[in-house]
């Protein structure tokens, strides 16, 4: 079993930043690699980000990257999300997962946390 908790969301003005929290706990979560995606009212869930925590690897969802930078912290078992420029479309709830694979597909993901709110306002 392993756990997710985010943290960090809140309510932010249009060019505004934010960093996003996950922090894992459980069994061999660091077999896992760790998803970011956003749920907005109305819409599907979307992919956002995605790291390994052996190498470190990353790839984004194309209108986020040069903007967002997901990261983690192998000693704290943690990756974050960071978020700059914020736009007021980037309001969503933000949702960290652990998944088996390297994939942009939510069915991919085992564990999945609660989500932080995120809202940009104009």
């Known amino acids: 079993q392993v756990q997710l908790v985010e943290s960090g969301g809140g309510l932010v003005q249009a060019g505004g930043s934010l960093r996003l929290s996950c922090a894992a706990s459980g069994r061999t979560f660091s077999s896992y690699v760790m998803g970011w995606f956003r749920q907005a009212p109305g819409k599907e869930r979307e992919f956002v980000a995605i790291?390994?925590?052996?190498?470190?690897?990353?790839d984004y969802e194309e209108s986020m990257k040069g903007r967002f930078t997901i990261s983690r912290d192998n000693v704290k078992n943690t990756v974050y999300l960071q978020m700059n420029s914020l736009k007021p479309e980037d309001t969503a709830v933000y949702t960290c997962?652990?998944?088996?694979?390297?994939?942009?597909?939510?069915?991919?993901?085992?564990?999945w946390g609660q989500g932080t709110q995120v809202t940009v306002s104009s």
């Open positions: 790291i390994t925590w052996s190498s470190g690897a990353t």
């Open positions: 997962a652990a998944g088996n694979y390297f994939s942009r597909r939510p069915t991919a993901y085992v564990y």
